[in-house]
């Protein structure tokens, strides 16, 4: 007669399985787990490049045009001529100013989608007529970190939520912050008063979100003259950031030469500031962005700012 096979229990078929399955699952784990560390963008110790472009691009609303002239600036114009440049052009990132018309942010956001997926909205709050008309577009990946809506400001501003958006944006394993941002803007005293809060609060928003070893651009249209030096010195030490020179003959954001100004002289409100923390990063250059187009036999700017272009060289 045969001997039959001892049959094992069914608790331990049961722990044996259970072994195997989770040898198999631990092993799956640790190839996962290698996987995505190699798909990670490798840091290049030498730094990379990123290029930004700050630009107010006056697109007040088109629609109150019927209650003032000085609301009516061609936007419809202007606006297919800044599209189609931003998507021919270069820059990784770009921090619009004034984009206040609804109908023309929704076709900044949909023609340049394809050119800069990543796109943060402008920001609004109770009580104001319009948002703060910062609108931020990406080639690289960028996230919104967070932002500050100003205390009502003076005169036209109080109808404006004017604020600092703050986001994150990553390129080759380095990430670097940026803020952009629209200032009070006139000369009077209440106005110079305005802004001196809003240096504080955009310092209040970087402390906040500060990491040690991830530099911040703070850029946009500060409404600060660089010749007026008591001012200039409080928005640079309120800040807490760094100016760079602009390598331009006529280093100015606004001038007499632009369609749209009567300056008696150039000025510069538009900056591109650095707070490199504890990392290496510097601002490398940084040029004047003076685009114009034909229109009924004339040139035309395509906003009444400059826009301003910085080379910013990302190091550990």
């Given amino acids: 007669m045969k001997k039959r096979k001892k049959e094992r229990p069914e608790s331990s078929l049961l722990r044996s399985g259970l072994k195997y399955c989770l040898c198999g699952l631990f092993s799956l784990s640790l190839g996962t787990t290698s996987l995505a560390q190699s798909s990670l963008p490798e840091k290049n110790e030498a730094g990379t490049t990123v290029q930004v472009l700050s630009w107010n691009i006056q697109m007040l609303p ?19 001529w800044i599209i189609a440049h931003c998507i021919d052009a270069s820059y990784d990132v770009i921090v619009f100013q004034e984009v206040f018309d609804r109908d023309i942010k929704r076709k900044l956001k949909k023609e340049l989608k394809a050119a800069y997926p990543y796109q943060v909205d402008t920001r ?53 912050q940026i803020a952009g941002t629209h200032l ?8 110079q008063k305005h802004r001196g809060l809003q240096y504080q609060d955009i310092r209040n928003l970087l402390d906040k979100q500060a990491q040690e070893t991830m530099p911040v651009l703070v850029l946009g249209d500060m409404n600060t003259r660089k010749t007026n030096v008591l001012q200039y010195k409080q928005m640079i030490e309120t800040i807490g950031v760094q100016d760079f020179p602009l390598d331009a003959k006529e280093p100015y954001t606004i001038d ?40 009924k036999g004339k040139k035309m700017d395509l906003a009444d700012h400059y826009g301003l272009v910085a080379k910013v060289l990302l190091l550990p």
């Fill in 256 to 295: 007499n030469k632009n369609s749209w100004n009567t300056h008696e002289k150039g000025i510069q409100l538009d900056y591109v500031f650095l707070q490199a923390r504890t990392t290496q990063t510097r601002i490398e250059e940084q040029k004047i962005l003076r685009l114009k187009e034909d229109y």
């Fill in 62 to 80: 088109n629609a109150l045009g019927i209650f003032s002239s000085a609301l009516r600036k061609k936007q419809g114009v202007r606006a297919p």
């Fill in 124 to 176: 609004i709050t109770k009580g104001r007529l319009t948002s703060n008309g910062i609108f931020i577009v990406s080639k690289i990946p960028m996230k919104y970190v967070d932002h500050v809506i100003y205390e009502k400001g003076a005169h036209e501003d109080a109808w404006a939520a004017k604020g600092c958006t703050l986001v994150e944006v990553e390129k080759e394993g380095y990430t670097v």
């Fill in 184 to 191: 009070q803007s006139g000369g009077s005293k209440e106005a």
